[in-house]
């Protein structure tokens, strides 16, 4: 009886990582489509300012083949370049991070199904299958 309990509790922790691993994928997939979503927007009007840029220009030159004055729309681009940059940079740090939890949860899972002990979620340590806390960092591990 005693072995069976033990061997239940082992298939619910399983049960709950997978379940971890699930609800973590479908929110690393809703914040980079977000971002995704951001970027394109910021493409978008990055676009619409060149549209309106060359239009300004190719006006003036018809008009009495001047020259137009066109630093306002290129800050504007540049300004948009910069978010665009961010909006990437914020792409790869979610990416990673996420990436990174799900990495150590199939690492316990791993462990889990070996029979070994389980690792630490917060720091990578191995922790007994009945602590409360992590020895190393003090992670709660409910
Ligand atoms: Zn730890």
Redesign the pocket.
């Known amino acids: 009886m005693a072995l069976l309990d033990k061997v239940f509790g082992k298939d619910d922790k399983k049960t709950k990582l997978r379940q971890e691993i699930n609800s973590l994928e479908l929110r690393k997939e809703s914040v980079l489509t977000a971002i995704n979503g951001e970027i394109t927007h910021l493409q978008g009007e990055r676009n619409n300012i060149l549209l309106e840029a060359g239009k300004t220009a190719y006006n003036a030159w018809c008009k009495d083949n001047s020259k137009a004055d066109l630093t306002e729309f290129w800050s504007k681009i540049q300004e948009l370049d910069g978010c665009i940059r961010q909006q990437e940079e914020k792409k790869a740090t979610m990416g990673n991070k996420y990436d990174e939890e799900i990495r150590l949860i199939n690492h316990n899972l791993g462990a889990a199904n070996t029979d070994s002990f389980l690792y630490?979620?917060?720091?990578?340590?191995p922790?007994g299958e009945k602590d409360m806390f992590?020895?190393?960092?003090?992670?709660s591990l409910k």
Do not use: K, R, S, V
Request: hydrophobic share 15%.
């Open positions: 630490c979620p917060q720091c990578g340590t922790i992590c020895q190393n960092c003090g992670a």
